[in-house]
């Protein structure tokens, strides 16, 4: 028997809005570079989930796990919401070329680290898959941090 093959099209990408005022917030707080900087640009915007991503990668820094875990969580279903909004229907690519789709892509990929530092298994290897799912560039990109 030959090879199974999808024949329903692919979804269209899903392209995230940019928010102008949020990235550069966040570029102001990353003049600071303090916890409490971000954290405002977390609170002032909190859909935005590259301030989520910050926060989650600087608590994975100082060894804070489960900080990191809350962190990347609220990042990931702020962002997920964001996706619904867009048009995404639970399937389909989220580029990672596009950039407002980076934090939420960023926020999933520490969830991934942080469930499987805290020992849930399951969960980081779903949220690894998602994470390729959504766009296998996205892994390569930050499979080193």
Request: with cysteine; proline share 6%; net charge negative.
């Amino acid at each position: 028997m030959g090879r199974m093959q999808n024949l329903l099209p692919e979804p269209p990408a899903t392209l995230l809005p940019g928010n102008e005022e949020a990235d550069a917030a966040l570029a102001a707080a990353a003049q600071v570079n303090t916890d409490d900087a971000y954290a405002e640009v977390a609170a002032r915007f909190p859909t935005y989930s590259a301030a989520w991503a910050t926060l989650a990668e600087r608590a994975f820094a100082e060894d804070r796990t489960v900080t990191a875990y809350a962190y990347a969580r609220t990042g990931y279903h702020r962002g997920l919401d964001q996706l619904r909004r867009a048009g995404w229907k639970g399937h389909g690519p989220v580029p990672w070329a596009h950039r407002p789709n980076r934090g939420f892509l960023r926020c999933l990929h520490l969830l991934s680290r942080a469930a499987g530092e805290i020992g849930e298994s399951d969960e980081a290897a779903r949220c690894a898959q998602f994470l390729r799912d959504c766009d296998p560039a996205a892994g390569d990109a930050l499979a080193g941090s």
